[in-house]
């Protein structure tokens, strides 16, 4: 089990670093990552590098038995990269440019930039690559976390290049994008601009691909760095720090390229709900590889200072969500950053090593956490033994946080808020990709997949005809992978197993919910949230197996497309009063339910409680609040309170950490404990 931070000692006089490595010794620290902002003081002009401090450090940590994942250092140009190259920054969508002075003033496809990193890179891999304090390599950090979309002349360039390989003539574009409508018929990939300000909106096809493209390029600067580090013969894995679910990046594809998954936490203490948030994407790195434990890279020991208002953690919490990760199959613990830092942006933000010095709790928490996280047991897995699938993909979200559709609906939010009506009823779920195999799962829930390809329309219903249960909700395989319309109208793809067509999508005013709960390094993250309702019908109620449920934004006209489908639920106001909610068809041995709206949060809790009932799916656990998390990993169950009152749940097995026989666990606020059960 890692145990560390982000080290960050150029901040730092030297005479400070001796009393770091002991502190980091006494607080257990076994790896910290070295460099992630020393681009500055490695190479302090082009063609000049600065090795003999970084040596020193290295050296230093080697000699004190703490490992070092390596950054490469090159997420944040220094001044006089960008001052010499200024083609290389970026531009927001009227052209105007970022500069220098924060951090992150790149664009991702320039070539001087690529060519600055690559140079700077190969150098600090061939100094150190059998340095041996490194057992990890950290490329960039949190790709895109600032600047989510890039438009300059770089990014124009980039896009043709890009679209051309996907495309390869501009005919085949202007049939992919539709561009008879409005006159935007292009006659080269040369009039293409890269989704800058326009009079109204854009293309849906043309941003769509925007986004495709902006995940591929970052993407590409991961595996440029990757192919730099293992061209040079390093056998230590090669990783990034992700930032949960998040918007620019696909990161379903960017797994495949990583030799493992690390992930930046931050929740917000100030958020009573932000801990199923975390455990949301928590089972999201852990579905990315399943086969491989991810690493939590990034968290905060207390308060950070990016929100409106940081609040500190409460005592505890800080363990609480990290057992969780290690709950959810994290194989390290690490925080940004190791020493408060005294000057910069992130002044505010905590540290292993307070301002305030060794006589605080945060240092004590510290300390303890270190000295539990040696207690543990070892994992072999990252196994949770989940019977239910939540299905999500980038493309869906990504259309849908564009404009012109019946409604305004938040695919990451909503995705979330069926997450945490699993989680509140210990039902354990991995998340995976629509074309995945799913054939593992009892219950397949696929919510609002707009955007779905035939193939996975073919995968989902090979699915449910080999046996499986899938519940399907409102907006879902709506238009196929260029956001547009197949012959036949709406549910082409999946209509054969579902039975039911979408004839009207019957939109209703959107309810007015707080954008709150963010998850990982959402530092300057669009916080997409639904305009207020105005006027108008607002929700549909509805009946069925389930009880009774308000559903929001849909109340959708279904036409039943044969005599066996089954009407289990109806809508019992509003427009639809009477016509059916929800449908249910046997198709081959499985079977396929679909539900015409998206309900509020005790809905969507009653509607996968009785569809995981009817695939045969029970609780991992029963306890008596809600507050208290269950998750499994292998034959550990990590059990954590969240609430804020002493919970008593029956669980028998052994204690993972004292190896006591236990019938009974009683959990103060952000207690936990693990459970052998096997
Ligand atoms: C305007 C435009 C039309 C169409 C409609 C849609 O009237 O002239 O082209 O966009 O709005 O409401
Ligand atoms: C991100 C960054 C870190 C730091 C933290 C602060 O995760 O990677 O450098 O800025 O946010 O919360």
């Not at 992930?263 to 199923?276: G, I, K, L, M, V």
């Not at 910069?344 to 004590?364: D, I, N, Q, Y």
């Not at 012959?487 to 579902?498: A, I, K, M, S, Y």
């Not at 979408?502 to 963010?518: C, H, K, N």
Request: glycine share 8%.
């Amino acid at each position: 089990m890692h145990y560390g931070g982000d080290y960050n000692p150029e901040q730092w006089d030297e005479s400070v670093w001796q009393e770091d490595v002991r502190l980091m010794r006494e607080a257990g620290v076994t790896m910290v990552r070295v460099g992630v902002f020393a681009w500055a003081r490695i190479q302090p002009a082009e063609g000049v590098f600065d090795w003999e401090w970084l040596d020193r450090v290295l050296d230093l940590l080697h000699r004190s038995g703490i490992q070092v994942s390596m950054a490469t250092a090159t997420a944040s140009p220094p001044p006089w990269a960008t001052t010499n190259h200024p083609e290389m920054l970026p531009a927001d969508e009227n052209g105007a440019t970022y500069w220098h002075g924060s951090r992150q003033a790149y664009a991702p496809s320039s070539p001087v930039y690529r060519r600055l990193a690559a140079t700077l890179l190969t150098e600090l891999v061939s100094r150190y690559k059998d340095h041996p304090a490194i057992a990890m390599w950290v490329a960039n950090n949190e790709y895109g976390c600032h600047l989510h979309y890039d438009y300059s002349d770089n990014a124009a360039t980039a896009f043709r290049a890009w679209l051309q390989a996907r495309y390869g003539d501009i005919d085949a574009l202007n049939r992919a994008w539709g561009t008879m409508f409005w006159s935007q018929r292009y006659t080269s990939f040369d009039e293409i601009v890269p989704m800058r300000k326009a009079p109204y909106s854009h293309n849906p096809a043309g941003m769509l691909d925007f986004k495709r493209f902006t995940s591929d390029t970052l993407l590409e600067l991961f595996t440029m760095e990757r192919d730099i580090i293992k061209g040079a013969g390093s056998e230590h894995p090669v990783t990034t720090n992700l930032m949960g679910f998040f918007a620019p990046a696909d990161y379903w594809r960017w797994a495949e390229e990583m030799d493992l998954v690390c992930d930046d936490n931050y929740a917000d203490p100030n958020d009573p709900e932000s801990f199923r948030t975390a455990a949301f994407t928590r089972d999201l790195m852990r579905s990315l590889k399943p086969d491989v434990p991810w690493i939590l890279m990034e968290q905060a020991t207390n308060a950070v200072n990016w929100r409106p208002a940081n609040a500190p953690k409460a005592p505890g919490q800080m363990a609480a969500l990290s057992m969780q990760a290690i709950g959810r199959g994290a194989d390290g613990i690490n925080f940004f950053q190791w020493r408060q830092s005294r000057q910069g942006s992130e002044r505010f933000h905590s540290g292993m090593v307070p301002h305030a010095g060794l006589h605080t709790r945060t240092w004590h928490d510290v300390v303890g956490l270190g000295g539990t996280l040696k207690t543990l047991p070892r994992f072999s897995t990252t196994d949770a033994g989940a019977r239910i699938a939540l299905v999500l993909d980038w493309d869906s979200r990504w259309a849908l946080s564009s404009p012109d559709h019946p409604v305004e609906i938040d695919y990451e939010q909503l995705v979330m808020r069926w997450h945490a009506a699993l989680h509140r009823q210990q039902l354990l779920v991995d998340i995976r990709h629509p074309e995945h195999d799913l054939s593992g799962y009892d219950l397949v829930v696929l919510p609002h997949a707009y955007v779905l390809t035939d193939a996975a329309a073919a995968n989902l219903s090979a699915y449910v005809r080999a046996g499986g249960t899938l519940l399907v909700t409102a907006f879902s395989d709506v238009v196929d992978e260029h956001d547009g319309f197949r012959e036949g109208g709406f549910t082409v793809g999946l209509r054969d197993v579902l039975g039911v067509a979408v004839a009207e999508f019957g939109a209703l005013v959107p309810p007015a919910r707080s954008a709150g709960g963010g998850s990982a390094g959402d530092t300057g993250a669009e916080a997409a949230s639904p305009s207020a309702a105005g006027p108008g019908e607002d929700h549909a109620d509805l009946s069925g197996p389930f009880g009774r449920a308000r559903g929001e934004y849909f109340a959708e006209e279904l036409q039943l497309l044969g005599d066996d489908v089954q009407v289990l639920g109806r809508f019992t106001s509003g427009r639809l009063t009477g016509l059916p909610a929800l449908t249910s068809n046997a198709a081959g041995d499985g079977r396929a339910c679909y539900l015409a709206t998206i309900p509020d949060d005790a809905g969507m809790a009653a509607v996968t409680g009785w569809a995981a009932a009817q695939a045969g799916v029970r609780p991992v656990l029963d306890v008596p609040d809600d507050r208290v998390e269950v998750s499994r990993r292998g034959d550990v169950l990590t059990l954590i309170n969240h609430g804020g009152d002493a919970v008593t749940v029956s669980v028998s097995g052994t204690d993972a950490v004292t190896g006591d026989i236990v019938e009974n666990v009683t959990l103060e606020r952000f207690g936990w404990t693990m459970i052998h059960i096997g």
